[in-house]
């Protein structure tokens, strides 16, 4: 084994602290006693009683983790099943599908959750014109999560599986499974990793995403990104540090739920 | 079953409002909801600017917004808005004069007013007290650590309070004038960067600076925990942003948005909203029903003939395109400076 040199060691520290000192502030000030962050006045929990007694809160959290549960799912299936394709096949259609998968992951949130409202607004449009209606809300802000999280998934899926080709599939079918078969023990097997990891971020990215989720959701319905960013304008609440808190105590958790599962398991 | 009419017909039970954060009182709330029978839901929205692309991209039903006053003609030209029927608003006879008429919205067709701040100077009491308004900042001397608003027009328009003019001012000798004031300020030793409201109130409570520029509401609500922060008006004169009540034209319950409407410019419920958010009311009838505490905050309601006399002004949308720019240009020199 190498040993690190202590110059890098100290630095590979700084970066840490620089990454985690803020949450950290964040974790210690939400048990301030003081209403302003700028001092601290005492140790207190009352501001979790405070966040707990918001129906604005505690609805918003439904919407959040209603959408980012189902949007996952939906564009996990999607994402996978895209990036197998992107894997299997070669053609010319491959490279453009390439490029468009790409497309979601580049364009400036604001630009896409701007484009999405005014696609939904002509939707919406063409629909009353034929007696219909429907308000932004739950299944347009589903929609929108999905077709950025669509991108995410079929990549990781398509990376893992590069190192392997095509020839596995091949050998198994030479072996006499079936295409059904062979897809569920082999070609699954290898890019389950890889789809855990997509899965993973797909969920965080719905957890996490302001921009989109505000230009698409309708009204009524909040998700905690939006009700946190739209109510620091007069200063954070301490209650609003206290739900930080809370959030990422919960993606830490994921994050280490998925570690354990993703963990390569080692044979003899 | 087909509908003519593009505007979604409501249920008339449901108020759907797009707000500033902690800018409504939620037992308001449920006491309307009580009397009426209706649910009120309560959206917030951060800038005017992001609320306005949300409501022209179509992309919401909202019943009753609250924008800002220069943002009410840009919303009247977008089409946006529906006039108010002045039968269904009795209590606008609450309103002081002074705020009725006003220059964004003349014989208010289109809206009420809601709540207002001027913009002052907060100061930490046990650091420094401030003698002689904007000259502190503005003046040849540098002394004092200061922070200015991140607004432009905020910004440009307390220059141009100083220099004597008008807030809204299109005369490009004036601006010129302001944008060297600035470009000095900013040059200044106690410059310490542009902040919004919080900020500048954090600051001032960690006694890190000795001066902000801030919204007088933003800055009261700490003044109770802490009566060391304090805030005054620049003497030269200051900017107003009011924030008013409009009703959208795609309003699916105008009458329920009225109805509402007219509650908050009860005597009663808007003493309760000033004192939940800390901003001034412009209801005359309010007034003598406020806490104590605001009473006694001479800040809060700047004296009914500066309005008159132009020592304050509301902050009004540029006459052209050409002032547009100007100012455009005088912020980004100063933001990348």
């Not at chain 1, 989109?212 to 905690?224: A, D, I, R, W």
């Given at each position: ?268 | ?71 009410v003609q840009t919303m009247v030209r977008a089409g946006l808005l529906q006039p108010l029927d002045r039968a269904r608003l009795p209590n606008l006879k609450n309103v002081a004069p002074e705020f009725l008429n006003p220059p964004y919205d003349p014989g208010n067709r289109y809206s009420v007013p809601y709540q207002y701040a001027a913009t002052g100077l907060a100061y930490n009491k046990s650091r420094y007290t401030p003698q002689r308004g904007w000259a502190e900042i503005f003046g040849p001397e540098d002394r004092r650590s200061f922070v200015l608003l991140d607004d432009p027009r905020e910004v440009i328009g307390a220059a141009l309070k100083y220099l004597g003019h008008s807030a809204n001012t299109a005369d490009v000798a004036q601006l010129r004038a302001a944008r060297d004031l600035l470009r000095r300020t900013v040059a200044k030793k106690g410059f310490q960067g542009f902040d919004g409201g919080p900020g500048t109130r954090n600051k001032l409570l960690a006694r890190q600076i000795d001066l902000g520029q801030i919204y007088v509401g933003d800055l009261l609500i700490a003044t109770e925990e802490n009566p060391q922060v304090q805030v005054v008006l620049p003497r030269e004169g200051t900017t107003i942003s009011m924030d008013t009540l409009v009703v959208l ?89």
């Amino acid at each position: 084994m190498t040993r690190t040199h202590p110059l890098l060691a100290a630095w590979a520290w700084l970066v840490y602290a620089f990454l985690y000192l803020p949450i950290l502030v964040l974790i210690v000030f939400s048990f301030n006693e003081s209403r302003f962050g700028a001092e601290w006045t005492g140790f207190t929990t009352k501001w979790y009683g405070v966040l707990l007694d918001r129906a604005d809160v505690r609805a918003a959290l439904g919407h959040t983790l209603q959408v980012a549960l189902l949007s996952t799912l939906v564009s996990t299936v999607l994402g996978t099943l895209t990036g197998l394709g992107l894997w299997r096949y070669t053609s010319r259609a491959r490279a453009a599908l390439s490029t468009l998968l790409v497309l979601p992951i580049v364009i400036p949130d604001v630009v896409m959750g701007v484009m999405l409202l005014m696609f939904y607004a002509a939707v919406r449009a063409g629909l009353e014109r034929a007696g219909w209606t429907f308000d932004n809300g739950f299944w347009t802000v589903l929609l929108a999560h999905v077709t950025f999280q669509i991108s995410y998934v079929a990549l990781t899926v398509r990376s893992r599986l590069s190192g392997y080709g095509p020839e596995l599939e091949e050998a198994a079918r030479d072996l006499g499974a079936s295409a059904w078969q062979s897809f569920w023990r082999v070609v699954l097997p290898l890019a389950w990793p890889g789809v855990l990891a997509g899965a993973l971020l797909a969920f965080t990215l719905s957890l996490d995403d302001f921009v989109v989720t505000y230009f698409t959701s309708g009204s009524g319905f909040q998700t905690l990104p939006v009700l946190i960013y739209t109510n620091v304008k007069r200063g954070v609440t301490p209650d609003i540090n206290a739900l930080s808190t809370l959030l990422i105590l919960v993606t830490v958790v994921a994050v280490l739920v998925a570690n354990a599962l993703l963990r390569p398991r080692r044979k003899g | 079953m087909k509908t003519a009419s593009p505007v979604p017909t409501g249920d008339g039970r449901t108020l759907r409002v797009f707000i500033w954060s902690e800018y409504m009182d939620p037992d308001i709330v449920k006491a309307f909801e009580g009397q009426t029978g209706a649910r009120v839901i309560l959206d917030t929205f951060e800038s005017n600017e992001a609320m306005l692309a949300k409501l022209q991209g179509g992309g919401a039903t909202y019943d009753l917004v609250v924008p800002s006053s220069y943002v009410v003609q840009t919303m009247v030209r977008a089409g946006l808005l529906q006039p108010l029927d002045r039968a269904r608003l009795p209590n606008l006879k609450n309103v002081a004069p002074e705020f009725l008429n006003p220059p964004y919205d003349p014989g208010n067709r289109y809206s009420v007013p809601y709540q207002y701040a001027a913009t002052g100077l907060a100061y930490n009491k046990s650091r420094y007290t401030p003698q002689r308004g904007w000259a502190e900042i503005f003046g040849p001397e540098d002394r004092r650590s200061f922070v200015l608003l991140d607004d432009p027009r905020e910004v440009i328009g307390a220059a141009l309070k100083y220099l004597g003019h008008s807030a809204n001012t299109a005369d490009v000798a004036q601006l010129r004038a302001a944008r060297d004031l600035l470009r000095r300020t900013v040059a200044k030793k106690g410059f310490q960067g542009f902040d919004g409201g919080p900020g500048t109130r954090n600051k001032l409570l960690a006694r890190q600076i000795d001066l902000g520029q801030i919204y007088v509401g933003d800055l009261l609500i700490a003044t109770e925990e802490n009566p060391q922060v304090q805030v005054v008006l620049p003497r030269e004169g200051t900017t107003i942003s009011m924030d008013t009540l409009v009703v959208l034209k795609r309003s699916p319950n105008p009458a329920l948005a009225h109805r509402f409407i007219n509650t908050l410019l009860d005597d009663e419920v808007g003493a309760r909203l000033s004192n939940y958010t800390y901003y001034a009311t412009p209801n005359a009838a309010a007034r003598p029903l406020l806490d104590d505490f605001l009473k006694a905050v001479p800040a809060l309601n700047p004296p009914a003939d500066w309005l008159k006399n132009g020592k304050l002004n509301f902050i009004d949308e540029l006459p052209d395109r050409r002032a547009q720019r100007l100012y455009d240009r005088i912020w980004t020199e100063l933001k990348s400076r």
